[in-house]
Each structure stands twice: as C-alpha cells, then as structure tokens.
C-alpha cells in the first residue's frame, strides 16, 4: 500500500464542510428533507447499489493490497474525519432546527437526532472506500461521491440503475 497517497488523501479530506448545504436545492439530483426521512426512505436503495459498487471495489484492493491494506486504510481515514463529521451533521441539525417552534419540528428533530450514528457511518464508509480508490488510483463511484460531500451534501442513495439515473441528496 502507499502510505504517502494515503497521506495525501487524508489532508484533502480534512477540511471538508460536511453537510454544509444539506436541505438546499441542487441541480442534477434530488433533495430529500431530513436525515430520518432520508434514511428510512431512501437506505435499502442505497444499499443496493452501493454494495454492488463495494464489492467489485474489494475485490480490486484484496488482490493489490490485501485486507489488512483496507483495514489500515479505513482505520486512518475514520480517525481523521469522525470529529469533523460529527461537528457537521450537529451545524446541519442546528441550523435546520434553530426555529422549531412546533411540536412536528421538535419530533423530526428527535427523529433526525436518532439516526444522526447510522448517517455518520454511512457517510464514513463512504469516504474510507473513496481512500481505498485514492490509494489504488482509481476514479470510481466513491471518488464521484466525495465530490458531491465536498460540496457539502450526503449522498443517501440513488434513482435509477447506476451510472444513469442521479444521486439522491440531503
């Protein structure tokens, strides 16, 4: 494994601002309203196609650097971002919730509160497999992903049999 492309990918990661236009309009994919929502409406389609994208991805870095390459690649890039994440997800929440004047807004709140590990790690997984495709020099469907967490968005499934179809935002 390359320690120095790890390296380099951890630095780029660092200063991501994670969920920092959730909820907004975005062109070329749909937005979902809330995290709870966005979980249990969207998950099982996620998973589908993400474990499609995971498992050819696997076999690609078993073969080049072996499983314990992978582990120390996702031990490292889930120590660098877990603070950062957790800090974003609580802006986003703060930042939708700051006026929850009803009780509907102050139980979605709740509802988002209660999901907030599940997203975590899903958006963590994410960015460890996009480590993996960094060290391997791959562009793949988790480089594609990173970008659009680069803009400040998680990516919680997709429409449509991937690559056609689009993202589906929060």
């Known amino acids: ?4 492309r790890l390296i380099s990918f951890l630095k780029s990661v660092r200063d991501v601002a994670w969920f920092s236009h959730a909820g907004e309009p975005f062109e070329n994919a749909r937005v979902v309203h809330g995290m709870q929502i966005a979980w249990d409406r969207e998950g099982n389609r996620m998973f589908e196609v993400w474990e499609q994208q995971i498992r050819a991805l696997e076999a690609q870095a ?27 997800l609580t802006l986003y929440l703060d930042r939708i919730y700051r006026e929850a004047h009803d009780e ?22 994410d960015l460890c497999w996009a ?4 060290v391997l020099q791959v562009h793949g469907f988790f480089s594609k992903l990173l970008e659009m967490y680069r803009q400040g968005r998680w990516i919680c499934s997709w429409d449509g049999d991937y690559p056609q179809g689009q993202p589906v935002i929060l």
Do not use: C, L, W
Not at 65 to 88: C, K, L, M, R, W
């Open 1 to 4: 494994m390359s320690e120095q």
């Open 62 to 88: 078993v073969e080049s650097i072996g499983n314990q390459g992978i582990d120390e690649i996702f031990a490292a890039v889930s120590e660098t971002i877990h603070a950062s994440i957790y800090q974003g």
């Open 104 to 125: 509907k807004q102050r139980r979605q709140r709740t509802f988002d509160d209660a999901v907030y590990p599940e997203v975590m790690d899903s958006v963590k997984r």
């Open 131 to 134: 480590g993996v495709e960094y």
